[in-house]
């Protein structure tokens, strides 16, 4: 800590780390310390824009720096365990980005590592900060939708062939650990388990790759059977073009709830058992509607809204401070990627797989 400010050492300096940047500019709690990666132009690059942070080529030196409190990960998908178990066992608390990782055993590492550490591992899937899924949260849990019967997320993306050939790790079982999946649709599958407030139990699932010269899927359809009974379909692809906005259905036999581009744009409810669900639907000035909200990553990654990592920056140094768990944790954060495994071991064996979730 510097000046009762958190230290935060960023590891790798592509894409993402600009969203971890704003976040920790935001909150005034925290500065940047350090920044790492492999590529010493980038990331000395970064390191000057960011007050003269120190920079760092090895990630195991970063993790010994004794100004860094707080270590983001934003390397590689396939390896991001290598780092959060280093900077855990060095004592660091960690921002590590979706997916947790690819691996269901690493992240069972992980996890353990954090824990034997007694350091915070928060997690980001910044779509379950955004006001309005967080809204859906409470109405679903509220009970007001009746016993709940389908969960549905559509994900359909467009990702362009310059995307897949913008890094060598793009597209690549090794360290994307799949396609579509894996990498664009691992929020709206991580949202929907956590807007039904709970895990799919049984999965079908086909995919493939349809359009790019990927190794993995572009495109898939899983059947669901959530554990509270309900059945559900999880549609994802990055092969539609241009893309469509995310869209998660919830319904029970008491009511219906619907959210596409950070609206609900459909709330039905009765309380009578065989009433018809009458509209609750309000403005859509409800919703959240700055410009910068109104970006999508539809068909642009770049273009990810950066709310969701300033709430999550600020999260975690409040469950340090605090000592509690972070808004989003390791154990949480993992379910939607052991539910995609299951979604891939589906694929190849072409059966009805049971989902096992690590602890
Ligand atoms: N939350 C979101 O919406 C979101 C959006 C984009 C990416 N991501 C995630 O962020 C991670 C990074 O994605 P990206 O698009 O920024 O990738 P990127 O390729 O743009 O950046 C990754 C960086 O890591 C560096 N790197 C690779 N190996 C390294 C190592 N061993 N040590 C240090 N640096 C290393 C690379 O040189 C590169 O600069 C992925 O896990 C991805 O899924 C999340």
Not at 29 to 37: E, F, H, K, L, S
Not at 213 to 221: H, L, M, N, R
Not at 249 to 264: N, T, V
Not at 325 to 343: C, K, M, T
Request: charged residues 25%; glycine residues 10%.
């Amino acid at each position: 800590m510097k000046n009762g400010k958190f230290g935060f050492g960023i590891l790798g300096c592509g894409v993402i780390s600009t969203a971890h940047l704003k976040g920790i500019a935001s909150c005034p709690q925290a500065y940047v310390a350090a920044v790492c990666d492999i590529d010493e132009d980038k990331g000395r690059k970064l390191a000057a824009e960011n007050g003269n942070a120190k920079f760092y080529k090895d990630y195991r030196d970063l993790v010994k720096d004794p100004e860094v409190d707080v270590v983001s990960i934003c390397t590689p998908s396939g390896i991001h365990a290598e780092g959060v178990v280093a900077a855990a066992q060095a004592g660091k608390h960690l921002l590590c980005e979706k997916p947790l990782d690819i691996c269901a055993e690493k992240m069972s590492r992980m996890i353990e590592a954090a824990d034997k550490a007694r350091v915070k591992l928060g997690c980001v899937f910044q779509m379950r900060t955004d006001a309005v899924n967080i809204k859906a949260r409470e109405i679903v849990r509220s009970g007001q939708l009746g016993r709940l019967t389908m969960g549905d997320a559509f994900m359909k993306y467009y990702r362009s062939r310059a995307y897949y050939a913008s890094a060598g790790w793009r597209g690549t079982w090794e360290l994307d650990g799949g396609g579509a999946l894996m990498n664009q649709c691992v929020h709206g599958i991580d949202l929907l388990m956590w807007l039904m407030d709970s895990p799919v139990e049984r999965v079908f699932a086909r995919a493939k790759h349809l359009v790019r010269d990927i190794e993995v899927e572009d495109t898939c359809c899983a059947s669901l059977q959530f554990a509270n009974g309900a059945l559900g379909t999880i549609i994802g692809t990055t092969s539609c073009n241009p893309g469509e906005p995310t869209r998660v259905e919830i319904h029970g036999d008491l009511g219906s709830l619907c959210m596409s581009d950070k609206k609900i744009t459909h709330y039905a409810v009765t309380s009578e058992p065989d009433g018809l669900a009458q509209d609750q639907t309000q403005s859509p000035q409800e919703s959240q509607n700055d410009s910068e909200d109104k970006m999508s990553a539809m068909n642009d990654p770049g273009k990810i809204s950066l709310r969701g990592h300033s709430f999550l920056v600020h999260d975690l140094i409040a469950a340090i401070t605090e000592d509690r768990e972070p808004y989003i944790d390791g154990r949480s954060a993992r379910r939607a990627v052991d539910l995609i495994l299951a979604i891939y071991e589906s694929v190849r064996s072409g059966k009805d797989v049971q989902v096992k979730y690590g602890a």
